[in-house]
């Protein structure tokens, strides 16, 4: 059997022969893997602790998850790890989406929490060439650590061949994370003779919805369902964020041969090109309705079928499984050399 050179918690690369011929997994319970978030669990939270813990010291180089559970107890396994002594420290790779930083004091309590977590990481791969830059002057770590890795679409979110239904008129706009759907209601209001269907948990009834406006959330099926038969797919992303979000929903989108329009948020454009695979937009109403109104008019009917093909090639080219895995194992090779060369050291 084939040494396994690192330990992970990162499961979804298991499918990949690659992966799964060097990586070592460890246990992460069920519980951490279901969306959205579940409740409170300190006894599994404790428990991830420990799998993590005694995994990566074993291994001596581990690729570890930066936002699971409510305690983080991957980063608190690396705080833990960090103040060993150096010859025993092992080499960490914190992979995924990263933090949005706090305001007041709370924010520098967070970078005194991760300068601690720091102290055991040698490599941060983050989803946006953006981050590369930002991510160290944020939190006050060495650029020489930042590795770059696209996001990626599994094969079980990308339904092939599956558009069987026809494809309506309505704009759909979904997810939770870091969204602003103010614009894209006050968009609907221009655009009373199309259907937005918003799905969100984020939204109340103390909203003034208008009457061609319809907010649900909905499971993943008929989440897909309503991408794939819409006329137009909008991610209302936050600007101004520190991080990356809303990827999975964009990717998905691409993969299913939509027109996507996205604000100019961090990291977007590393997904969307401008004109050729979506439409990145000011954040503002009229930024949404002139696009949308754009991919509609039946003149620029031959440009949009163009960019939906576009937009699922450039999926099936970028952002698949075996693309993401092929660069997470560049950096854990990276990671392997440098604990050989301490060894030899």
């Known amino acids: 059997m084939k040494?396994?050179?690192?330990?992970?918690?990162?499961?979804?690369?298991?499918?990949?022969?690659?992966?799964?011929?060097?990586?070592?997994?460890?246990?992460?319970?069920?519980?951490?893997?279901?969306l959205p978030r579940q409740r409170f669990r300190p006894d599994l939270e404790i428990l991830l602790f420990w799998r993590v813990f005694k995994a990566t010291l074993s291994s001596g180089v581990a690729l570890l998850f930066s936002s699971r559970g409510y305690m983080k107890p991957?980063?608190?396994?690396?705080?833990?790890?960090?103040?060993?002594?150096?010859?025993?420290?092992?080499i960490i790779v914190l992979y995924g989406e990263m933090f949005q930083p706090d305001n007041g004091i709370l924010r520098w309590i967070e970078r005194f929490f991760i300068k601690l977590v720091d102290r055991s990481v040698y490599f941060y791969v983050v989803y946006s060439t953006t981050e590369l830059e930002l991510f160290p002057k944020l939190w006050g770590v060495d650029r020489e650590k930042m590795r770059f890795c696209p996001f990626y679409i599994g094969d079980d979110r990308i339904r092939k061949q599956r558009r069987k239904k026809q494809v309506g008129k309505h704009i759909f706009a979904g997810g939770n994370s870091h969204r602003d759907y103010g614009p894209v209601i006050e968009a609907a209001k221009q655009m009373p003779e199309y259907e937005f269907i918003l799905a969100t948990k984020k939204l109340s009834d103390a909203w003034?919805?208008?009457?061609?406006?319809?907010?649900?959330?909905?499971?993943?099926?008929?989440?897909?369902?309503?991408?794939?038969t819409s006329a137009v797919v909008i991610v209302p992303l936050t600007i101004g964020l520190k991080r990356t979000t809303g990827l999975l929903t964009i990717l998905e989108s691409l993969s299913l041969?939509?027109?996507?329009?996205?604000?100019?948020?961090?990291?977007?454009?590393?997904?969307?090109?401008?004109?050729?695979?979506?439409?990145?937009?000011?954040?503002?109403?009229?930024?949404?309705?002139?696009?949308?109104?754009?991919?509609?008019?039946?003149?620029?009917?031959?440009?949009?079928?163009?960019m939906c093909i576009e937009a699922r090639k450039s999926v099936s080219e970028k952002f698949t499984l075996e693309k993401h895995v092929e660069n997470l194992l560049s950096v854990m090779h990276e990671a392997v050399d440098l604990q050989a060369g301490f060894r030899r050291e």
């Open 3 to 34: 040494q396994k050179l690192f330990a992970t918690s990162f499961l979804e690369g298991f499918p990949s022969d690659k992966f799964a011929a060097v990586a070592q997994k460890i246990d992460v319970p069920q519980h951490f893997e279901i």
């Open 74 to 90: 991957e980063l608190l396994a690396c705080i833990v790890m960090g103040f060993l002594p150096k010859r025993f420290r092992p």
């Open 208 to 228: 003034d919805f208008p009457p061609n406006v319809r907010v649900e959330w909905m499971c993943l099926d008929e989440y897909l369902d309503f991408i794939d």
């Open 257 to 306: 041969e939509k027109v996507i329009i996205v604000p100019d948020a961090l990291g977007i454009r590393d997904y969307v090109l401008d004109g050729e695979t979506g439409l990145v937009v000011s954040s503002l109403p009229d930024g949404y309705v002139k696009a949308i109104r754009w991919v509609l008019a039946p003149e620029n009917r031959v440009q949009v079928s163009k």
